[in-house]
């Protein structure tokens, strides 16, 4: 609990206490804070007509996000791919794992306040990329879909800058935070911006000048736990609920940006 503190000092934590007593200790599950938090609060509510007690914790910070789960202070996370709890596990020495094939793909698109198309890209403009492996190849592949650079063939998701070998347009590739690239928007002509953090910023899905939504098993977001966790009848009984028709229909409805992926029906 005592990280949880830390971490709720640090990064501005909020909890939706929701339900009534499922067992003897609610379930606690942290998410990111804006769309997929209210996701997870959701599921939350048609847990607690079941009788199941769950907490939502949101934090703003990924790395938080997997302290939390990695030092038993939640029971489990939604809030991201495969890919980067690879890196996040090898970096951070912890050894957590998805735990259902059902969640929720966050499609990431370019952005910018200072065009209006991409064919209004000038000579040596700067574009900004997570520094994120996954989502910067995912940049990269919608430069080169909107005919602005050239990739080296047969790399998909593993591509990276040094991966380009056409860049007509001189363009200028600055690798962000994934948090950092909407606020680029000011200083860099093109950023590619993932809808988790744009609608928590404010800003329109609707505006990107080119999306990617890829369907790929690699992008899901899903629950992440511990291994000793995993199997918990808690966590299993939630995720039951959140692979649930209504769950479904909340993702379309109410954040259309966002794909369901893994579910029942």
Do not use: C
């Not at 769309?35 to 769950?54: E, M, T």
């Not at 050239?150 to 690798?175: C, M, Q, T």
């Not at 080119?210 to 790929?216: A, G, P």
């Not at 479904?248 to 259309?256: G, L, N, T």
Request: aromatic letters at 6%.
């Amino acid at each position: 609990m005592k990280t949880l503190l830390r971490l709720a000092q640090a990064a501005g934590l909020s909890l939706a206490l929701i339900g009534s007593a499922w067992a003897d200790e609610p379930l606690k599950i942290a998410t990111s804070a804006g769309p997929v938090g209210q996701l997870a609060a959701f599921a939350a509510r048609l847990a607690k007509n079941k009788g199941q007690d769950v907490k939502i914790v949101e934090l703003s910070d990924w790395v938080a996000l997997n302290e939390v789960v990695n030092s038993g202070d939640v029971d489990a996370n939604l809030f991201q791919h495969a890919t980067y709890l690879a890196l996040q596990n090898k970096q951070r020495g912890f050894n957590l794992v998805q735990v259902d094939k059902v969640g929720v793909i966050a499609p990431v698109g370019l952005f910018s306040k200072k065009i209006k198309s991409l064919e209004e890209i000038k000579s040596g403009d700067s574009v900004a990329i997570p520094n994120e492996p996954l989502n910067g190849a995912r940049g990269l592949i919608l430069l080169e879909r909107a005919g602005l650079i050239k990739l080296a063939p047969g790399k998909g998701f593993s591509v990276s800058r040094f991966d380009i070998i056409d860049n007509p347009k001189n363009l200028k590739i600055v690798e962000l935070d994934p948090a950092q690239t909407y606020r680029s928007l000011d200083d860099v002509t093109l950023a590619l911006v993932n809808i988790t953090y744009l609608i928590p910023a404010g800003g329109d899905p609707k505006s990107a000048l080119i999306i990617d939504r890829t369907v790929d098993d690699g992008l899901v977001l899903r629950f992440t736990a511990r291994p000793d966790k995993k199997d918990d009848p808690r966590l299993k009984a939630f995720i039951q609920v959140f692979n649930s028709p209504e769950v479904k229909q909340f993702i379309e409805e109410k954040i259309p940006a966002f794909i369901p992926a893994g579910f029942n029906s």
